[in-house]
């Protein structure tokens, strides 16, 4: 059985990525990029869909041993996991070499006081799960392969099979050090190059130390931000820059239930924001190669802009079930692929936009054709406004006239119009200065509640939503107008969790409510730093930083959140780790830092 979401560790190389369970075991990678087919998905049903465990050994009956210690190397990605055993203690390092040929995954045992017997246990499974690869020996190495596959198994332990596993049994010692690593390569390929374990090693460290010294953010929240700056630049698909919402597929919103979808993709909702958060802490080439990703995505089609594309920029992305897999904690169907790529969300106009806006005014340079693709969108929206669409949620219900949608709707023609007032575009300012009114004007007279001083989720509707919060953060309403003061007490009030974190929108159990869709779902993570964010900008800044630093609470030791926290169960669940829930944290505290309010 899987772990706990929050026992899981993230290492990767910024094309692919594997979690690593507190026990030793990996229980989800894809090869050779985030959206592949997974050869462990055991996180996704049981140890016959794949899993590689590494740690001291113990009878076959038993449950593995979680390790009395781990941590990341300093600030890297480099996990390091130590095992106290009745023999003495022993250390196991994973990493993922970053690289421009074969994808690694490299894990090197140490041993630190007494003699600990160990044992890697390697159950490869391709095509999540269903395939049983060929396993046999070429030229003294192990290597497994299943159709266009081939993965490379290399250790000076002595091998052997049993049961279509690949087992090592082996004692270490005080200064022992042995290393084990995978290899992907396409089969038809010779093969790839014999691993070098202390060297890739010792160039991660490197790499990641050279990386967080960019970080222009030293305020009392640094721990915390840097950790979350690591997470999202390993969910950045280095190739082609663009972003992953996080790099698993199916981890349930609703232990049990349906809410189970493929986040291997890059939204740009998801990756705008990232954008904003890495420009704010002095990372600018990651946000130029986001823009070029953007510009080729979008490349001659922009008005029939999609909400997400495939990281290389893949438009189809087609949703199927794998009805092989029972789901995490038998949460069911596991899903690949993404229905609501062709969804219509008006939003995601303004987030884009405000990106491409953030980009130019910290002085990114200039590129004409993002100033173009800005006034395209511009003209499309000119046309489509005012039309109901699923929103920023994807809704899988009818489509709404969401007052989040429409706010971002102007954002992007204000941010348009400042593009052109600042002389880098040429458009028709009185038009769009006109047509920007005209959106603020229906948005405060249809989309607000005069007798319960709130803004609501879509026309004429009485429910509330979270994205509400985004009001005053994007600049449509000052903090201090009484309709915003208004919307953020009612959101408290009606969409607050007994411990006070805040779900997106009211679900309706087992009824299918206003997303189409049946059960419940825990408190949305990023609404309740946007809470923390809000509190601060009306005044009330210890009230912020008390949310904000029991949101920090809820991280696991390694400082990773996913998408939600179920409030019942008290644990994360939602896809893992989630860029939706570290980008908020870093801009929180960039604003908690800001304003003072902090302890200490």
Same mark, same amino acid.
């Given at each position: 059985?899987?772990?706990?979401?929050?026992?899981?560790?993230?290492?990767?190389?910024?094309?692919?990525?594997?979690?690593?369970?507190?026990?030793?075991?990996?229980?989800?990678?894809?090869?050779?990029?985030?959206?592949?087919?997974?050869?462990?998905?055991?996180?996704?049903?049981?140890?016959?869909?794949?899993?590689?465990?590494?740690?001291?050994?113990?009878?076959?009956?038993?449950?593995?041993?979680?390790?009395?210690?781990?941590?990341?190397?300093?600030?890297?990605?480099?996990?390091?996991?130590?095992?106290?055993?009745?023999?003495?203690?022993? @250390?196991?390092?994973?990493?993922?070499?970053?690289?421009?040929?074969?994808?690694?995954?490299?894990?090197?045992?140490?041993?630190?006081?007494?003699?600990?017997?160990?044992?890697?246990?390697?159950?490869?499974?391709?095509?999540?799960?269903?395939?049983?690869?060929?396993?046999?020996?070429?030229?003294?190495?192990?290597?497994?392969?299943?159709?266009?596959?081939?993965?490379?198994?290399?250790?000076?332990?002595?091998?052997?099979?049993?049961?279509?596993?690949?087992?090592?049994?082996?004692?270490?010692?005080?200064?022992?050090?042995?290393?084990?690593?995978?290899?992907?390569?396409?089969?038809?390929?010779?093969?790839?190059?014999?691993?070098?374990?202390?060297?890739?090693?010792?160039?991660?460290?490197?790499?990641? @130390?050279?990386?967080?010294?960019?970080?222009?953010?030293?305020?009392?929240?640094?721990?915390?931000?840097?950790?979350?700056?690591?997470?999202?630049?390993?969910?950045?698909?280095?190739?082609?820059?663009?972003?992953?919402?996080?790099?698993?597929?199916?981890?349930?919103?609703?232990?049990?239930?349906?809410?189970?979808?493929?986040?291997?993709?890059?939204?740009?909702?998801?990756?705008?924001?990232?954008?904003?958060?890495?420009?704010?802490?002095?990372?600018?080439?990651?946000?130029?190669?986001?823009?070029?990703?953007?510009?080729?995505?979008?490349?001659?089609?922009?008005?029939?802009?999609?909400?997400?594309?495939?990281?290389?920029?893949?438009?189809?992305?087609?949703?199927?079930?794998?009805?092989?897999?029972?789901?995490?904690?038998?949460?069911?169907?596991?899903?690949?692929?993404?229905?609501?790529?062709?969804?219509?969300?008006?939003?995601?106009?303004?987030?884009?936009?405000?990106?491409?806006?953030?980009?130019?005014?910290?002085?990114?340079?200039?590129?004409?054709?993002?100033?173009?693709?800005?006034?395209?969108?511009?003209?499309?929206?000119?046309?489509?406004?005012?039309?109901?669409?699923?929103?920023?949620?994807?809704?899988?219900?009818?489509?709404?006239?969401?007052?989040?949608?429409?706010?971002?709707?102007?954002?992007?023609?204000?941010?348009?119009?400042?593009?052109?007032?600042?002389?880098?575009?040429?458009?028709?300012?009185?038009?769009?200065?006109?047509?920007?009114?005209?959106?603020?004007?229906?948005?405060?007279?249809?989309?607000?509640?005069?007798?319960?001083?709130?803004?609501?989720?879509?026309?004429?509707?009485?429910?509330?939503?979270?994205?509400?919060?985004?009001?005053?953060?994007?600049?449509?309403?000052?903090?201090?107008?009484?309709?915003?003061?208004?919307?953020?007490?009612?959101?408290?009030?009606?969409?607050?969790?007994?411990?006070?974190?805040?779900?997106?929108?009211?679900?309706?159990?087992?009824?299918?409510?206003?997303?189409?869709?049946?059960?419940?779902?825990?408190?949305?993570?990023?609404?309740?730093?946007?809470?923390?964010?809000?509190?601060?900008?009306?005044?009330?800044?210890?009230?912020?930083?008390?949310?904000?630093?029991?949101?920090?609470?809820?991280?696991?030791?390694?400082?990773?959140?996913?998408?939600?926290?179920?409030?019942?169960?008290?644990?994360?669940?939602?896809?893992?780790?989630?860029?939706?829930?570290?980008?908020?944290?870093?801009?929180?505290?960039?604003?908690?830092?800001?304003?003072?309010?902090?302890?200490?």
């Amino acid at each position: 059985m899987a772990g706990r979401i929050e026992d899981y560790a993230l290492i990767g190389d910024m094309q692919t990525a594997a979690l690593v369970c507190r026990d030793g075991t990996v229980d989800w990678l894809c090869l050779p990029r985030f959206d592949s087919h997974a050869i462990f998905a055991g996180l996704l049903g049981t140890e016959e869909h794949g899993f590689w465990r590494l740690g001291p050994a113990h009878a076959s009956d038993a449950e593995p041993p979680r390790a009395a210690r781990r941590g990341y190397r300093g600030d890297s990605l480099i996990l390091e996991s130590e095992w106290d055993t009745p023999r003495g203690t022993v @250390r196991v390092t994973d990493f993922m070499p970053p690289r421009d040929g074969a994808p690694q995954l490299i894990r090197i045992v140490e041993g630190v006081s007494g003699r600990v017997p160990m044992r890697s246990t390697l159950r490869m499974r391709f095509s999540y799960g269903r395939v049983v690869p060929w396993v046999h020996k070429h030229e003294g190495r192990t290597v497994a392969v299943a159709g266009p596959d081939s993965v490379w198994f290399d250790t000076e332990a002595e091998t052997y099979g049993k049961s279509l596993t690949t087992y090592a049994d082996f004692t270490v010692a005080p200064g022992d050090r042995i290393a084990f690593t995978i290899s992907w390569e396409p089969s038809h390929k010779e093969p790839p190059a014999l691993p070098e374990p202390e060297q890739s090693l010792q160039a991660t460290e490197d790499f990641w @130390r050279e990386w967080v010294e960019h970080c222009t953010y030293h305020g009392p929240y640094r721990e915390a931000v840097v950790r979350s700056l690591i997470t999202l630049k390993a969910l950045t698909y280095a190739p082609t820059g663009g972003i992953v919402a996080a790099p698993t597929t199916s981890l349930p919103e609703d232990i049990g239930g349906v809410r189970n979808w493929d986040y291997r993709y890059t939204w740009l909702r998801d990756a705008a924001i990232t954008l904003s958060s890495l420009l704010r802490t002095g990372y600018r080439e990651e946000a130029r190669a986001w823009r070029e990703w953007l510009l080729r995505a979008v490349a001659g089609d922009p008005e029939n802009l999609q909400i997400m594309y495939g990281i290389a920029g893949e438009r189809e992305l087609g949703e199927a079930e794998l009805d092989w897999l029972p789901g995490y904690e038998s949460s069911a169907p596991v899903r690949v692929g993404n229905g609501a790529a062709h969804q219509l969300q008006l939003d995601v106009y303004g987030e884009v936009t405000e990106a491409l806006h953030l980009g130019h005014m910290t002085g990114l340079a200039r590129n004409d054709y993002a100033s173009l693709l800005q006034l395209k969108l511009i003209r499309y929206l000119e046309r489509h406004w005012d039309e109901p669409d699923e929103g920023i949620w994807e809704v899988r219900g009818p489509r709404r006239h969401f007052v989040h949608s429409k706010v971002m709707a102007w954002v992007a023609v204000d941010r348009t119009i400042k593009l052109i007032e600042s002389g880098d575009a040429d458009g028709p300012l009185e038009r769009w200065r006109e047509l920007r009114d005209d959106i603020h004007r229906d948005v405060c007279e249809k989309g607000y509640d005069k007798e319960r001083n709130t803004f609501t989720q879509s026309y004429g509707s009485k429910e509330l939503d979270a994205s509400l919060l985004l009001i005053p953060q994007m600049g449509f309403l000052p903090p201090d107008d009484k309709r915003v003061i208004g919307t953020i007490e009612a959101i408290q009030r009606e969409l607050s969790t007994s411990d006070g974190f805040i779900l997106r929108y009211p679900t309706e159990g087992d009824s299918e409510g206003v997303d189409g869709l049946p059960g419940d779902e825990g408190a949305f993570l990023a609404c309740s730093f946007w809470m923390a964010d809000d509190l601060a900008m009306i005044g009330r800044v210890d009230e912020a930083r008390r949310l904000f630093e029991k949101l920090l609470a809820l991280r696991n030791d390694l400082g990773l959140l996913a998408e939600e926290w179920d409030p019942r169960l008290k644990r994360q669940v939602g896809n893992f780790p989630q860029a939706f829930s570290h980008v908020p944290l870093i801009d929180t505290a960039l604003r908690l830092t800001a304003s003072g309010a902090y302890g200490g």
